[in-house]
């Protein structure tokens, strides 16, 4: 039986494709574990907030809104929409958006486009999943159809805490009033917040009827 003299050459050759076969099945592994589904994003650290304590009724009286508030009409000519505004609350705008400020009170209108008409039963498994997802320790969620001066529309109330002051890094307990209009394409939601406690029913209801598309 004769023996076949395999040169140094060749072994060097075979070993060459051996190790560039391995290393193109440890590339396809890791391929392919870099196009596995990735695993759910975790809720953001707002809305896993605890809600801070509610100060005291003194403090929240403190953020009425005074009955003899003097009212100026505000219109948004590229949002083509208008309504009350307390006068000489801290405007801040944004396009289409605009918010108001003052004394840990805020009101705050946004636009965006929708295709239909929200109802109760809509916004409830739409906005409001959405708002528990992103807001800060939202709790107390109630969603309601109610008729307004411009028409119908979708009212959320609930509780939240407040983003924190830039300065002392305190938060408050807040409620609020989302009110949600439609018309033309265009969903204007508007927000009314105030601290637990305070009395601004009668002029959250004035601001939210004053809402009209022009």
Not at 27 to 37: E, I, N, P, R, V
Not at 48 to 66: F, H, K, L, N, R
């Amino acid at each position: 039986m004769k023996m076949i003299r395999v040169s140094k050459d060749i072994l060097i050759i075979v070993l060459a494709l051996c190790t560039f076969m391995l290393a193109g099945c440890g590339g396809a592994s890791s391929t392919l574990s870099s196009t596995q589904t990735p695993a759910p994003a975790s809720p953001s650290s707002a809305a896993t907030e605890q809600p801070v304590p509610v100060i005291s009724g003194t403090q929240a009286s403190g953020s009425d809104i005074p009955d003899t508030q003097v009212f100026v009409k505000y219109a948004s000519s590229s949002g083509k929409y208008q309504l009350d505004v307390p006068e000489g609350w801290a405007q801040t705008a944004n396009g289409t958006d605009v918010g108001f400020v003052n004394n840990l009170n805020a009101m705050q209108v946004t636009l965006t486009n929708a295709a239909a008409q929200p109802t109760a039963s809509s916004v409830r498994s739409d906005q409001t999943v959405t708002l528990q997802q992103a807001g800060r320790a939202v709790r107390d969620v109630k969603v309601q159809d109610i008729r307004l001066p411009e028409g119908p529309a979708v009212l959320i109330t609930y509780t939240s805490n407040s983003d924190p002051n830039p300065v002392t890094n305190k938060q408050v307990r807040l409620e609020n009033n989302r009110y949600l209009f439609f018309h033309n394409g265009q969903l204007a939601t508007l927000t009314l917040s105030a601290p637990v406690g305070a009395d601004n029913v009668d002029q959250w209801a004035r601001i939210a009827g004053s809402f009209k598309w022009v």
